[in-house]
């Protein structure tokens, strides 16, 4: 069974940095590939980043590209997002995902986490 953790979510100011953890079990990180995705109120889960678990190859939305970072802690079994220079529309719930297969659109992924909450705010 594929099991999925977020943590690291929180209160930020505009232009600081977080970082994101998605834990999990060695051997969904061999054979998964992970992604991030985050939905604000109203809007549609929206994919952020995917990392390959063959060679770790990450592939990053067009519009997330420079201010994201995609990771893997094979020593920690996590996958890590780091987010730099947030801004208040990087406010939303960001989850972590796995499939088989590595997409880019959540549809494409059949394992989720809880999500945790990023708020950007003076």
């Known amino acids: 069974q594929v099991q999925l953790v977020e943590s690291g979510g929180g209160l930020v100011q505009p232009g600081g940095s977080l970082r994101l953890s998605c834990a999990t079990s060695?051997?969904?990180?061999?054979?998964?590939?992970i992604a991030w995705f985050r939905q604000a109120p109203g809007k549609e889960r929206e994919g952020i980043a995917s990392?390959?678990?063959?060679?770790?190859?990450?592939y990053y939305a067009d519009s997330m590209k420079g201010r994201f970072t995609i990771s893997r802690d094979i020593a920690n079994n996590t996958v890590d997002l780091q987010m730099n220079n947030l801004k208040p529309e990087d406010t939303a719930v960001y989850y972590c995902?796995?499939?088989?297969?590595?997409?880019?659109?959540?549809?494409?992924?059949?394992?989720w986490g809880q999500g945790t909450q990023v708020t950007v705010s003076s």
């Open positions: 995902a796995a499939d088989r297969y590595m997409g880019s659109t959540a549809p494409e992924y059949d394992y």
């Open positions: 990392i390959s678990s063959i060679d770790g190859f990450a």
């Open positions: 060695r051997f969904t990180l061999e054979h998964y590939a």
